[in-house]
């Protein structure tokens, strides 16, 4: 039994071996996700170094020699208690959507007990403090070397239906864990299926007997072409965006004012909690990038998603990488979120120690993480339709050169949604490609550096297949664009450019909130395409409608940037496609 294990997991010696790979094998410089481990400049910094990088790189990349990983706090001895049970009622309830309009995925955590008992260790022995060697014996084979899979003694469920007094229906799914940083828990993810559009549901997720503090709810997607654009629809596909938002600044010693988050994640609760239609609601809430801001601490996750918790559980969360998600290449984006992006997987009732024997392994550290953990490529970049729009997130952390599967899929895409009728594409990564802070490493007109670089992999894309509206963030203000390719606006009269326009707009939306403050620094002279800039805490109002009636109606598409202390909106613009343009 591993020093480390706390959650029980039957490794088989294939999947361990699965992770025995080296800079000597990827070459120096190399980074992918699907690897273990990294051998780039940065991998000290965020804790992903393989073992040999120091000595296979040194001398042949400027980089320090990497850190040590973090180990996660170990026991005395291999005959040290597990932890006792500690409540583990479920927590850190998320929404996410799927591909499919009739489903909604649940994720939520648990902590202490539950989790003791995840992978084979009733719950009885965890609680008298049975030791790990013993229950290691009770789950695999007296051989030493396989692995013998037991049923999960517990299971994740969620119970719903139309009704908080009678949540008739149930569905279950996975759990999972992984180990980078020392983090303990397990997490779980449930599909419900089969949903009516447009409906409210309640709901209370549960694990191995223990149900969530209360019935949260979700409104379903609505029916085709009832809410967002068409000559259908009865209201507007309402969307809120933020980027660069951290954990709430309870702890004034860190509070550095204007910057916090506070403000944001409030203005966030009370918009999920308004009544969908009501001028204060929105439909879904999306995440450019750069969540929690961890610095490798991997409780500051569980810190960010309680505090997320009121909106995320009300309304779907959907989110895409940055560069503070780096850490443990990834790890803990990878698993705590389930996008819909292309190899999603469908749920079914799979164990830790089952997925382990089968050879799933997260990261460095060979433990398996479980069907439905480690999300893999479906969370750094994935799609889906809501109200006439289609919505692509990608990460800017990850290759965009032309060839890279990140590349190739995005480009797919991008075809099958304008091919299929989509009235509108929106985009959202998390560096930008257009911005004029005085940051030249990010807004620089260098090539290689953040902003070409950016350009570079993606901005063909966009004019190719005719992307609306890129929303993103990294630098920590608010600045819009004429719509503009190839650093030309077609238009700089306010007036007539956002009217039917040939090219991107881009908007970076870096101002939600974190304890890195904001970027007030502009350069002193924007270049013609940059529109509006300002920096203030704030997010972001999407608005997809239509104005007018029938064949003569014009398609819409309105930003607005609200700040967060007042709720007044600063800045806003309006994407209109005119219904001449739309029968060309």
Same mark, same amino acid.
């Given at each position: ?17 699965? %992770? ?38 040194? /001398?042949?990349?400027?980089? #320090?020699? #990497? ?48 989790? @003791? ?24 084979? @007296? ?20 009704? =908080?007094? !009678? ?12 180990? *980078? ?24 997720? =549960? ?15 609505? @029916? ?41 994640? =409030? ?28 610095? /490798? ?14 909106? @995320? ?24 979120? *389930? ?63 032309? /060839?890279?599967?990140?590349? =190739? ?22 560096? #930008? ?19 070409? &670089? ?28 004429? #719509? %503009? ?21 881009? %908007? ?40 007018? !009636? /029938? ?6 598409? &309105? ?8 709720? &007044? ?16």
């Amino acid at each position: 039994m591993m020093r480390t294990a706390w959650v029980l997991l039957a490794v088989a010696a294939s999947a361990a071996a699965a %992770v025995n790979i080296t800079c000597a094998e990827l070459g120096c410089g190399t980074r992918n996700a699907s690897q273990p481990c990294a051998c780039n400049s940065a991998c000290s910094r965020y804790r992903d170094c393989c073992a040999d990088f120091n000595t296979t790189c040194a /001398g042949r990349m400027p980089t #320090p020699a #990497p850190r040590a990983p973090t180990p996660p706090p170990a026991p005395a001895d291999d005959d040290a208690p597990l932890p006792p049970p500690s409540g583990g009622a479920p927590e850190q309830i998320h929404l996410a959507l799927t591909k499919a309009t009739d489903e909604m995925r649940v994720s939520f955590t648990t902590m202490g007990g539950a989790g @003791a008992a995840a992978a084979g260790a009733p719950a009885a022995q965890a609680a008298s403090g049975i030791s790990a060697r013993a229950v290691a014996a009770a789950t695999t084979g @007296a051989g030493g070397g396989g692995a013998t899979v037991h049923s999960p003694p517990a299971v994740a469920s969620v119970r719903y239906g139309t009704s =908080a007094a !009678a949540l008739d229906r149930v569905a279950t799914g996975t759990s999972s864990t992984y180990r *980078d940083g020392g983090w303990r828990g397990l997490l779980h993810t449930v599909l419900l299926r089969g949903l009516a559009p447009g409906t409210r549901y309640y709901y209370r997720p =549960a694990y191995a007997g223990a149900d969530a503090p209360g019935v949260s709810s979700f409104v379903s997607a609505a @029916a085709a072409g009832t809410v967002g654009s068409g000559a259908a629809a009865t209201r507007p596909l309402v969307v809120a965006v933020v980027a660069d938002l951290g954990s709430n600044c309870v702890d004034k010693s860190t509070w550095r004012e204007p910057g916090c988050g506070n403000g944001t994640i =409030a203005a966030l609760t009370a918009g999920a909690a308004a009544l969908p239609g009501t001028p204060a609601a929105f439909d879904l809430l999306l995440h450019a990038g750069d969540i929690a801001y961890t610095s /490798g601490a991997q409780g500051v996750w569980d810190v960010f998603l309680r505090q997320m918790e009121p909106v @995320a559980s009300r309304v779907p969360y959907m989110v895409c990488a940055g560069n503070h998600e780096h850490y443990y290449n990834f790890s803990g984006f990878r698993h705590r979120f *389930d996008m819909p992006g292309p190899g999603a997987p469908r749920e079914g009732v799979v164990s830790v120690a089952a997925a382990a024997a089968a050879g799933a392994t997260d990261g460095a550290s060979g433990v398996g993480a479980g069907a439905g953990g480690d999300h893999g490529a479906h969370n750094l970049w994935h799609s889906f339709d809501a109200g006439g729009a289609h919505f692509v997130g990608f990460s800017s952390e990850h290759n965009l050169t032309v /060839g890279s599967p990140q590349h =190739a899929w995005l480009d797919a895409d991008l075809a099958a949604a304008r091919a299929g009728g989509a009235v509108w594409l929106v985009a959202y990564g998390h560096r #930008p490609l257009y911005c004029t802070c005085s940051d030249s490493y990010d807004c620089g007109a260098g090539e290689g550096y953040g902003a070409m &670089k950016m350009r570079a992999g993606v901005e063909a894309l966009f004019e190719k297949h005719g992307v609306e509206l890129y929303l993103t963030g990294h630098v920590h203000n608010y600045e819009r664009t004429f #719509p %503009v390719d190839n650093n030309t606006a077609a238009s700089t009269d306010p007036a007539v450019a956002y009217v039917d326009a040939r090219h991107t707009t881009h %908007v970076v939306v870096g101002m939600a909130g974190d304890n890195e403050g904001l970027t007030d620094g502009f350069m002193a002279a924007p270049p013609s395409w940059s529109a509006v800039r300002h920096a203030e805490l704030g997010w972001a109002r999407l608005t997809v409608g239509s104005d007018g !009636a /029938g064949a003569a109606a014009d398609e819409t598409l &309105k930003f607005e940037y609200v700040l967060s202390s007042s709720g &007044k909106v600063f800045d806003t613009f309006t994407l209109r496609k005119t219904a001449a343009a739309q029968s060309r």
